[in-house]
């Protein structure tokens, strides 16, 4: 395999862990990937200290570089959660998130009616509106419906005032990002999906803290049971 780039390295290789071969425990050396690779020393070493940042490997001098347990990985690298969603553990990324979103979302969501400025509250109610347009016309599965998804769970998270709330926006734009580019998302939003981003909207630029967090977990469930029920993908 000829790949010369430390990108190219990096991506090739860390879909290969994160596909579970090599397996966890499985140890090689900068030298297999060189040749492996037909790589340049410097390139498969950049590539293997950002796969150290992930925590999917660990490199000891006289041992070697060796995969590490799943369960030890940076669950929230950007970078990973496309190589799960690109892999054979696709469905297991997608449950993950989508159960943190449901756990987390709403109370985000509460926060934001309260701490919410004008300027984040007419925005919301914005991309609401845009949303519910766009949904009613079949076009769900469009690059103007994702923009406009990804602008609102974003600005709603950050609305929240919470920086660790804040945060989750990056891995739910890779999720929302991905489940998209892979034709994931329908194009008629599941039932109730358009009606209960309007809610949570009117409720947050109400201040209605209490039907903020209620709508925005109808819409969380909503969507964890569509994407459970997509096991089959």
Do not use: C
């Amino acid at each position: 395999m000829a790949i010369g780039m430390h990108g190219d390295v990096l991506d090739d290789l860390g879909r290969r862990i994160a596909s579970g071969d090599p397996r966890p425990g499985s140890v090689f050396t900068l030298a297999q990937l060189e040749a492996d690779y037909n790589a340049s020393r410097t390139v498969v070493r950049e590539a293997v200290r950002v796969l150290e940042s992930i925590r999917m490997v660990s490199s000891r001098r006289k041992v070697g570089i060796t995969v590490l347990p799943r369960e030890r990985w940076d669950a929230f690298d950007p970078q990973l959660i496309q190589w799960n969603l690109h892999g054979p553990f696709r469905q297991q990324q997608l449950e993950a998130l989508m159960e943190l979103r449901v756990s987390v979302e709403p109370m985000a969501a509460r926060l934001a009616a309260v701490r919410a400025s004008p300027a984040q509250r007419a925005e919301i109610m914005r991309l609401a509106e845009r949303l519910n347009a766009l949904g009613a016309r079949g076009l769900g599965d469009s690059d103007e419906y994702l923009a406009a998804d990804l602008a609102f769970h974003g600005t709603l998270l950050a609305a929240s005032g919470n920086p660790l709330l804040t945060a989750l926006e990056t891995p739910v734009h890779e999720v929302l990002s991905g489940r998209a580019h892979l034709g994931l998302t329908p194009g008629v939003p599941a039932e109730g999906t358009l009606e209960d981003h309007m809610r949570t909207a009117r409720a947050i630029a109400d201040g209605d803290a209490d039907a903020a967090e209620r709508h925005s977990r109808s819409h969380m469930r909503t969507v964890w049971s569509e994407i459970a029920d997509g096991a089959s993908w």
